[in-house]
């Protein structure tokens, strides 16, 4: 647990010089923070002066406050500390308030910036072969919840940090009231800092797994939303509610239970000082102290405790952020990363492409693809053809850069090119093309600046163009949820005519016409090679038809019946 504390210690530290590097307003709030602390000394050291008889007149605190009166006109007296309090705690409380807004917008600064920059990140550089081993709920809570956290920790580090240094300020004026008082209250705080310790390592711990658990349920709705009609066809609706809600439940019960121990660790000690000194000054006990400098004790002491408890309410909150973001250094390496946008690169013309001797696997599985080797080259048509799970679409995610070979390497124009300036003019299309709830252009265009000329030439090259114009809106017309309320061939024409519309050198289609009928799917293809006449076609299927209609057969794991014999050239 030591070794833990260490590493968060040095977490905060090094994602606090973070944000003092990247944000100004962290130093506004430091300079309010200070302002805050001197008017909380000064306010609190007026209890002293407002109790007489128990500080002698020549105490330096009464002397100072004196001198304060004097150059005021007043006169010594307890209206005078009184009216004193009254206008220095105003001036606490309306700084302390701006100092608490400053914080909040310091904190949702952070999160805003680190919010977009995860999410950049995610479509911009997270390696695929991370994406498909982690669930979509790891990403949900990466661009959610942990920059969200990540906001809210540096306004938790300096809440607390101002509830300790007020507690302190609290304590120096205690010990300048009464030094028996100051070392019995500080054995008290001794030994409840010790409970306390207890129970924040069981927040810990409790908070490790909530975080799981909230993961689980953003995966489990996402799945269940991308799923419905499957669920609903299968009638298994009362299995995934009860799923989901045995999730929430244990969810529910542990943020319950941990909102009780940080209520219960600000709460307790303050309930068991005042039980003890119920007891000690109960009626008919006689004590060394006047009425008055029992009040102004008292008065001290709650504010200690209500300093205390800020700090503790927010350092525990602290705690529990820095331990659900796992790792603040993480999300800080993404923040200072710069992606290189290969599209505002000089473009290449595609015309060979070479796979030497590729290699790939996710983590400790067996490799999916063993020295592989294919020539592609401008003109042709190829199918690249296997089993289920043989690797074809992950050998589709190395040809778009979208996934790094363990081994060997990916060779553009006989390696007068990049990989990474080429693949602007590389475009993959998905069995399940990605729909968009929005219109036919804007799924077509995806941000593009393009005439209707161009969109309608690419649906026609699909079939598509004359259906998209007996839309009463025509290319205005809204997409519904998952693109529902087009067939699963039209979705697919689609996505092979948004491809189209980028004027690709290489197209590659992962089972992209797996739902258009025979004869549609002859003319399609057709189209699509005169079209593509100087580029590059690749499908990768298991469809004999498909493979049948390619210039070359490029075989992956084992071979498939009815399927044409391989006519690569070895490297």
């Given at each position: 647990m030591n070794s833990a504390l260490a590493s968060i210690a040095g977490?905060?530290?090094?994602?606090?010089?973070?944000?003092?590097?990247?944000?100004?307003?962290?130093?506004?709030?430091?300079?309010?923070?200070?302002?805050?602390?001197?008017?909380?000394?000064?306010?609190?050291?007026?209890?002293?002066?407002?109790?007489?008889?128990?500080?002698?007149?020549?105490?330096?605190?009464?002397?100072?406050?004196?001198?304060?009166?004097?150059?005021?006109?007043?006169?010594?007296?307890?209206?005078?500390?009184?009216?004193?309090?009254?206008?220095?705690?105003?001036?606490?409380?309306?700084?302390?308030?701006?100092?608490?807004?400053?914080?909040?917008?310091?904190?949702?600064?952070?999160?805003?910036?680190?919010?977009?920059?995860?999410?950049?990140?995610?479509?911009?550089?997270?390696?695929?072969?991370?994406?498909?081993?982690?669930?979509?709920?790891?990403?949900?809570?990466?661009?959610?919840?942990?920059?969200?956290?990540?906001?809210?920790?540096?306004?938790?580090?300096?809440?607390?940090a101002v509830g300790f240094l007020t507690a302190l300020v609290g304590m120096v004026v205690l010990y300048q009231f009464s030094p028996q008082v100051f070392v019995g209250v500080l054995l008290f705080l001794i030994v409840s800092m010790a409970v306390i310790t207890f129970l924040m390592r069981r927040i810990i711990r409790i908070n490790n797994r909530t975080v799981n658990l909230s993961r689980?349920?953003?995966?489990?709705?996402?799945?269940?939303?991308?799923?419905?009609?499957?669920?609903?066809?299968?009638?298994?609706?009362?299995?995934?509610?009860?799923?989901?809600?045995?999730?929430?439940?244990?969810?529910?019960?542990?943020?319950?239970?941990?909102?009780?121990?940080?209520?219960?660790?600000?709460?307790?000690?303050?309930?068991?000082?005042?039980?003890?000194?119920?007891i000690v000054l109960r009626p008919g006990t006689s004590v060394a102290m006047s009425d008055t400098a029992l009040f102004a004790g008292t008065i001290i002491i709650i504010r200690v405790f209500a300093s205390?408890?800020?700090?503790?309410?927010?350092?525990?909150?602290?705690?529990?952020?820095?331990r659900a973001v796992k790792d603040i250094d993480a999300l800080v390496a993404v923040m200072q990363e710069n992606v290189a946008d290969a599209e505002m690169l000089p473009p290449v013309s595609v015309r060979t492409i070479d796979l030497m001797q590729v290699s790939f696997g996710y983590g400790d599985r067996r490799h999916l693809l063993s020295n592989v080797s294919f020539r592609f080259e401008a003109g042709r048509t190829y199918a690249i053809v296997g089993p289920s799970g043989a690797g074809k679409s992950t050998l589709a995610d190395i040809l778009l850069g979208l996934s790094l070979p363990d081994s060997g390497a990916v060779s553009v124009n006989d390696g007068r090119a990049s990989l990474v300036t080429a693949r602007a003019h590389f475009m993959l299309v998905e069995q399940q093309p990605k729909i968009f709830s929005t219109s036919v252009r804007e799924n077509l265009l995806l941000g593009m600046d393009e005439s209707d000329e161009l969109l309608y030439a690419a649906l026609?090259?699909?079939?598509?163009?004359?259906?998209?114009?007996?839309?009463?809106?025509?290319?205005?017309?809204?997409?519904?949820?998952?693109?529902?309320?087009?067939?699963?061939?039209?979705?697919?024409?689609?996505?092979?005519?948004?491809?189209?519309?980028?004027?690709?050198?290489?197209?590659?289609?992962?089972?992209?016409?797996?739902?258009?009928d025979p004869s549609t799917r002859v003319d399609v293809v057709a189209k699509l090679r005169a079209r593509m006449r100087d580029?590059?076609?690749?499908?990768?299927?298991?469809?004999?038809?498909?493979?049948?209609?390619?210039?070359?057969?490029?075989?992956?794991?084992?071979?498939l019946p009815a399927m044409p014999p391989p006519t690569s050239r070895p490297l």
């Open positions: 977490q905060i530290v090094r994602y606090t010089s973070f944000v003092a590097k990247n944000f100004r307003t962290f130093y506004a709030v430091l300079a309010l923070t200070a302002l805050v602390l001197v008017l909380e000394y000064l306010a609190t050291s007026l209890m002293i002066p407002m109790a007489p008889g128990q500080i002698t007149t020549n105490s330096p605190i009464i002397q100072a406050w004196g001198r304060v009166a004097a150059q005021l006109g007043l006169e010594s007296t307890s209206r005078t500390w009184l009216w004193l309090f009254f206008i220095v705690m105003m001036a606490r409380l309306v700084f302390g308030y701006a100092l608490a807004v400053l914080t909040t917008w310091l904190g949702k600064c952070v999160h805003r910036t680190l919010s977009g920059k995860i999410f950049g990140h995610i479509l911009l550089a997270e390696p695929m072969a991370r994406v498909y081993t982690r669930s979509v709920g790891h990403y949900i809570t990466m661009a959610g919840d942990d920059t969200f956290k990540s906001g809210t920790i540096i306004s938790s580090l300096l809440q607390s689980e349920l953003g995966t489990t709705f996402v799945e269940a939303l991308n799923s419905l009609r499957s669920i609903r066809s299968l009638h298994g609706e009362r299995f995934v509610m009860s799923a989901y809600a045995g999730q929430i439940f244990s969810y529910i019960r542990m943020l319950v239970e941990m909102d009780a121990i940080k209520s219960g660790v600000k709460a307790f000690p303050a309930i068991v000082l005042l039980l003890l000194a119920a205390l408890g800020q700090m503790v309410t927010a350092g525990s909150q602290l705690l529990t952020d820095v026609e090259s699909v079939n598509l163009d004359d259906m998209i114009k007996e839309l009463p809106q025509g290319l205005a017309t809204r997409l519904t949820y998952l693109g529902e309320n087009f067939s699963g061939g039209q979705r697919q024409r689609l996505g092979i005519a948004r491809a189209l519309v980028r004027q690709p050198d290489v197209l590659i289609l992962d089972e992209a016409t797996s739902a258009l580029g590059i076609i690749i499908f990768i299927t298991h469809d004999p038809e498909i493979a049948a209609l390619a210039d070359e057969v490029l075989p992956i794991g084992e071979p």
